[in-house]
């Protein structure tokens, strides 16, 4: 077996950094002196790497929470204070050194915003000034490295320039767009402006230790012919290609061996290096017999696979090493000319996209890769197939990436124009005109440069699926060009690629939204665009929710005036954007306060993105193929666009858009009148049943239909004409339907779907009255970190409505957050129950308690010993 000699000494920094404005260090220093360990750091700010400078400065509590009321507004605005206001130092004490000949130290930063410097042990180690949120930085510092074994790293970060003045237009004046960063820090329909832009060592610093010869940039390909099923209990072969960069320092023309291992089995090439070289290097294909295939969520599993690559020195002693995961799949886009839109294949089959736009998981770049993985999961039981990353944010990161893979979510990645900023539009809040700004970014060198570096990066992940040249608009045309015709073909050439993300190689019919609330109906009868890249609706957070973002006073609940069609909002709630929900919260009665205003929101919100994406669904193949939800996240604390908000907590979104896009799912529909079944799935019973129920506001049920039918996959079949039969229910007070599929063979649920229907009027005037409901609770502790509630309602009460279930602290009686909930928002029929799992982080001392409180089912909380207290 080969001896590994290097590459056990890979570490991050992300610990003991520091920090100091540049206005307060003497102007004769600079990064040399720095940079030595015997310059004294008195008085400096601990700082949070990977981070920005904002979030340090905040850390030590120089500036108030921007998430938290008109707070944002106490922090100086980088376009008013100047550029050197958030222009930092940044310095890290560590402790390495060289133990082998020949052994190589390479310093790495994944990501600085904007530009800067740095300097090690009393060395610059930069050549020049180093620009671009968007490009990885790599040094050779071996030679810098102190002996005795103690190291000091001094880097300088300059914020962009210019940052962009934050007008209130979305990207402010767009000049933020000059630079080769993200748009939002300036000011969006959805967030505030970010005061430092983003300035900072935002993502993450590495010290790698490899002998000559490194490995850069491996690229994973699997090739997989034909239509594959996941539930082939034999797969035909699939290939797998591998390609890697290896640089060799070396002063000498040498040769060495590079390999990767996978099932126990190696695969080798021979190379020649050249003297201080890259050469990029593929190695013999792999055929995978019988592999297990990577699908996305909903489709099939994400099997996952790893190989070990290295380059060997004499075929024995190890170089350098890296462990690479990937998935067996293939994606492909074909054209449907019935949609006019282009419909997304995995192993040759269509899929139907169920999506969400995603703008960064924090607005101040606090991310890491156990947020990645909630928010991640948190989308995969929405039930959805695909994140678009917008043009507005980032190219992701990996570690979002490998959430993504083990979910099975598909990526859009959109590169980093708008069409806000450069220029599709005219705007009377940008600074030049319509034709300057779409000539941005000023250097489209160093924005190939960039997207060739991103490229690079994140092509192995199987979950990465589209590339997108940008967010309403294309960059300039020699910049698409290259994307378009050089780099990506010659980098990846394995995926979609759209030219931005409403251009006719998505979708004919160039109109994407509507943005705001709408009726029910209006997504089964308003036709819309055939892939549609952006439509949203409401979002505001529950009670509880708005307690962590406004102060008291300002918990006042909107009032709609229908002569003027506007609402009348507190300030706060217009700072954080809030967003009207018209007439539709009405319905349920008069508002008597702000959280029977949020309790009621939540119903709307439920139903809105339930009947989007089945409104989607029940025109899938014909009208669409593929819808993606603006937004799923925010990552400030905005009242729009959001299926949990930015501390995690989820609201009825979440729970109304998980039940509309089930990948097996009965529905209504309201314009046909009809009961229909979407089946966006490759496995399915042929045999199912179908229970209609009815229950009036006082208990009383009512059967509709009990049929035993047929269904097809990966499509719409209509199974009940319900003519109007469930109108006739609801005229008087309103009334719920309950559906229920159900396999025939075995009378497993499949599926469970549960309306409340508004009465002749268009008003809920029988839930205004109901009767409580008095359940019963059993709560206990699976294990660690997994509780599971029961709620059971007796056979003599009525509906108990729209119960939200939360885990909460004993002593504070707020949640805990993060949880991930099986269900929420539920209702339990008369005589049934139901059971929620709850995924929590443990906190040693404490065991938490479950809290219900629904329509008409009081507050209460249950502890382990099953009491209801």
Same mark, same amino acid.
């Given at each position: 077996?080969p001896?590994?000699?290097?590459?056990?000494?890979?570490?991050?920094?992300?610990?003991n950094?520091r920090?100091r404005?540049?206005?307060?260090?003497?102007?004769?220093?600079?990064g040399?002196?720095?940079s030595?360990?015997?310059?004294?750091?008195?008085?400096?700010?601990?700082?949070d790497?990977?981070?920005?400078?904002?979030?340090?400065?905040?850390?030590?509590?120089l500036?108030?929470d921007?998430?938290?009321?008109?707070?944002?507004e106490?922090?100086?605005?980088?376009?008013?204070?100047?550029?050197?206001y958030?222009t930092?130092?940044?310095?890290?004490?560590?402790?390495?050194?060289i133990?082998?000949?020949?052994?190589?130290?390479?310093?790495?930063f994944?990501?600085?915003?904007?530009?800067?410097k740095?300097?090690?042990?009393?060395?610059?180690?930069?050549?020049?000034?180093?620009?671009?949120?968007?490009?990885?930085?790599s040094?050779?510092?071996?030679?810098?490295?102190a002996?005795?074994?103690?190291?000091?790293?001094a880097?300088?970060?300059?914020?962009?320039?210019?940052?962009?003045?934050p007008?209130?237009?979305?990207?402010?004046?767009?000049?933020?767009?000059?630079?080769?960063?993200?748009?939002?820090?300036?000011g969006w329909?959805?967030?505030?402006?970010?005061?430092?832009?983003?300035?900072?060592i935002?993502?993450k610093?590495t010290?790698?230790?490899?002998?000559r010869?490194?490995?850069?940039?491996?690229?994973?390909?699997?090739?997989?012919?034909?239509?594959?099923?996941p539930?082939?209990?034999?797969?035909?072969?699939?290939?797998?290609?591998?390609?890697?960069?290896?640089?060799?320092?070396?002063?000498?023309?040498?040769?060495?061996?590079?390999?990767?291992?996978?099932?126990?089995?190696a695969?080798?090439?021979?190379?020649?290096?050249a003297?201080n070289s890259?050469?990029?290097?593929?190695?013999?294909?792999?055929?995978?017999?019988?592999?297990?295939?990577?699908w996305?969520?909903?489709?099939?599993?994400?099997?996952?696979?790893?190989?070990?690559?290295?380059?060997?020195?004499?075929?024995?002693?190890?170089?350098?090493?890296?462990?690479?995961?990937?998935?067996?799949?293939?994606?492909?886009?074909?054209?449907?000319?019935?949609?006019?839109?282009?419909?997304?294949?995995?192993n040759?089959?269509?899929?139907?996209i169920?999506?969400g736009?995603?703008?960064?998981?924090?607005a101040?770049?606090?991310?890491?890769a156990q947020?990645?993985?909630?928010?991640?999961?948190?989308?995969?039981d929405m039930?959805?197939?695909l994140?678009?990353?917008?043009?507005?944010s980032?190219?992701?990161?990996p570690?979002?990436?490998d959430?993504?893979?083990?979910?099975?979510?598909?990526?859009?990645q959109d590169?980093?124009?708008?069409?806000?900023?450069?220029?599709?539009?005219?705007?009377?809040?940008?600074?030049d005109?319509t034709?300057?700004?779409?000539?941005?970014?000023?250097?489209?060198k160093?924005f190939?440069?960039?997207?060739?570096?991103?490229?690079?990066?994140?092509?192995s992940?199987?979950?990465?699926a589209?590339?997108?040249?940008g967010?309403?608009?294309?960059?300039?045309?020699d910049?698409?060009?290259?994307?378009?015709y050089?780099l990506?073909?010659?980098l990846d050439?394995?995926?979609?690629?759209?030219?931005?993300?409403?251009?006719?190689?998505?979708?004919?019919?160039s109109?994407?939204?509507?943005?705001?609330?709408q009726t029910?109906?209006?997504?089964?009868?308003?036709?819309?665009f055939?892939?549609?890249?952006?439509?949203?609706?409401?979002g505001l957070?529950?009670?509880?929710?708005?307690?962590?973002?406004?102060?008291?006073?300002?918990?006042?609940?909107?009032?709609?005036?229908?002569?003027?069609g506007?609402?009348k909002?507190?300030?706060?709630?217009?700072?954080?954007?809030y967003?009207?929900y018209d007439?539709?919260?009405?319905a349920?009665g008069?508002?008597?306060?702000?959280?029977?205003?949020?309790?009621?929101a939540?119903?709307?919100?439920?139903?809105?993105?339930?009947?989007l994406?089945?409104?989607?669904?029940?025109?899938?193949?014909?009208?669409?193929?593929g819808?993606?939800?603006?937004?799923?996240?925010?990552?400030?604390?905005?009242?729009l666009?959001?299926?949990? !908000?930015t501390?995690?907590?989820?609201?009825?979104? *979440?729970?109304g858009?998980?039940?509309?896009?089930k990948?097996v799912?009965?529905?209504?529909?309201?314009?046909?009148?009809?009961v229909k079944?979407?089946?966006?799935?490759?496995?399915l019973p042929?045999?199912?049943?179908?229970?209609?129920?009815?229950?009036?506001?006082?208990?009383?049920?009512?059967t509709v239909?009990?049929k035993h039918?047929?269904?097809t996959?990966?499509?719409?079949?209509?199974?009940y004409?319900?003519?109007n039969?469930?109108?006739?229910?609801?005229?008087?007070?309103?009334?719920?339907?309950?559906?229920?599929?159900?396999?025939?063979a075995?009378g497993?649920?499949?599926?469970?779907?549960?309306?409340?229907?508004?009465?002749?009027?268009?008003k809920y005037?029988?839930?205004?009255?109901m009767?409580?409901a008095?359940v019963?609770?059993n709560?206990?502790?699976?294990?660690?970190g997994?509780a599971?509630?029961?709620?059971?309602?007796?056979?003599?009460n009525?509906v108990?409505?729209f119960?939200?279930?939360?885990?909460?602290?004993?002593?504070?009686?707020?949640?805990i957050?993060?949880?991930?909930?099986?269900?929420?928002?539920?209702s339990? *029929?008369?005589?049934?129950y139901?059971k929620?799992?709850?995924?929590?982080?443990?906190?040693?001392?404490?065991?938490?308690?479950?809290t219900? !409180?629904?329509?008409?089912?009081?507050?209460?909380?249950?502890?382990?010993?099953?009491?209801q !207290?």
């Open positions: 077996m001896c590994s000699i290097f590459g056990q000494r890979n570490f991050e920094l992300n610990k950094w920090c404005n540049v206005r307060s260090i003497v102007p004769t220093m600079d040399r002196q720095i030595e360990r015997t310059y004294t750091t008195l008085g400096w700010l601990d700082a790497v990977p981070g920005t400078v904002l979030g340090s400065l905040i850390k030590n509590k500036f108030p921007p998430y938290f009321g008109l707070n944002n106490k922090i100086p605005d980088i376009y008013t204070v100047g550029k050197d958030y930092y130092w940044f310095i890290n004490d560590f402790e390495d050194s133990t082998s000949d020949g052994e190589q130290v390479w310093l790495n994944r990501g600085v915003n904007y530009s800067f740095a300097y090690l042990n009393g060395h610059e180690i930069t050549d020049s000034l180093q620009k671009g949120m968007f490009l990885r930085h040094f050779n510092i071996t030679q810098y490295i002996k005795n074994g103690k190291n000091r790293l880097v300088i970060v300059y914020p962009p320039d210019p940052a962009g003045n007008n209130g237009g979305q990207g402010g004046d767009g000049t933020i767009a000059k630079s080769v960063t993200n748009q939002y820090v300036a329909d959805w967030i505030q402006p970010v005061r430092d832009r983003n300035t900072g935002w993502d610093v010290v790698e230790h490899t002998g010869a490194r490995i850069k940039n491996p690229h994973i390909i699997t090739i997989v012919p034909g239509v594959r099923h539930e082939q209990t034999k797969q035909a072969p699939a290939t797998l290609k591998v390609s890697t960069e290896i640089e060799y320092t070396g002063a000498q023309k040498t040769e060495r061996v590079v390999r990767y291992t996978i099932n126990g089995k695969v080798e090439k021979k190379v020649s290096l003297p890259t050469t990029t290097f593929s190695l013999p294909d792999y055929i995978i017999q019988n592999p297990k295939l990577w996305p969520n909903g489709y099939g599993m994400q099997s996952l696979y790893k190989i070990k690559l290295q380059v060997l020195v004499n075929g024995q002693q190890v170089s350098d090493e890296q462990e690479i995961s990937f998935g067996v799949r293939e994606i492909k886009g074909v054209w449907n000319k019935t949609t006019k839109s282009r419909e997304v294949h995995v040759g089959q269509k899929i139907f169920k999506g736009n995603w703008i960064a998981s924090d101040m770049l606090r991310l890491t947020r990645y993985d909630v928010e991640i999961r948190m989308h995969r039930n959805l197939n994140i678009r990353v917008w043009g507005g980032l190219t992701e990161r570690e979002f990436y959430a993504c893979d083990k979910y099975g979510l598909l990526v859009m590169f980093w124009v708008s069409g806000d900023c450069n220029g599709r539009w005219y705007d009377a809040f940008k600074k005109d034709l300057t700004r779409r000539t941005y970014p000023d250097d489209h160093l190939i440069q960039s997207i060739e570096d991103q490229i690079k990066m994140l092509r992940h199987p979950s990465l589209i590339w997108c040249g967010n309403e608009i294309t960059p300039p045309k910049i698409l060009e290259a994307m378009k050089s990506l073909p010659k050439g394995t995926r979609i690629f759209f030219d931005y993300s409403n251009h006719d190689s998505m979708s004919y019919n109109h994407d939204g509507p943005y705001s609330i029910e109906r209006s997504f089964f009868e308003n036709r819309s055939a892939f549609n890249s952006e439509i949203g609706s409401v957070g529950d009670f509880e929710s708005l307690e962590r973002i406004m102060p008291v006073q300002n918990m006042i609940a909107p009032r709609f005036d229908k002569q003027t506007t609402d909002i507190d300030s706060v709630w217009q700072y954080h954007k967003k009207s007439t539709l919260v009405d349920y008069v508002v008597t306060n702000t959280e029977n205003f949020c309790k009621k939540q119903m709307v919100n439920y139903n809105q993105y339930r009947a994406m089945e409104g989607f669904c029940n025109h899938e193949w014909d009208w669409y193929t819808v993606i939800i603006w937004k799923t996240q925010n990552p400030w604390t905005a009242m666009g959001q299926m949990y !908000d501390y995690l907590d989820p609201n009825a979104c *979440l729970y858009l998980s039940e509309g896009a990948p799912h009965i529905f209504y529909d309201p314009v046909s009148k009809s079944v979407a089946n966006n799935s490759l496995q042929k045999t199912l049943k179908m229970s209609i129920c009815v229950y009036d506001t006082s208990g009383k049920q009512y239909v009990n039918l047929y269904t996959t990966n499509g719409i079949c209509e199974v004409k319900a003519g039969t469930l109108d006739s229910f609801s005229k008087r007070a309103g009334s719920f339907v309950n559906m229920v599929l159900t396999d025939s075995n497993y649920q499949i599926d469970e779907n549960f309306y409340w229907l508004p009465d002749a009027t268009g005037s029988g839930i205004a009255g009767r409580e008095n019963k609770t709560y206990k502790i699976i294990e660690p997994i599971e509630l029961t709620i059971e309602n007796p056979a003599e009525p108990a409505f119960i939200r279930v939360s885990l909460t602290d004993p002593k504070t009686r707020k949640r957050l993060p949880v991930l909930y099986s269900d929420n928002y539920v339990v *029929l008369p005589g049934k139901k929620i799992l709850m995924e929590y982080k443990t906190q040693t001392g404490t065991i938490p308690w479950a219900i !409180d629904g329509w008409n089912v009081k507050k209460q909380y249950a502890t382990t010993l099953n009491k !207290d």
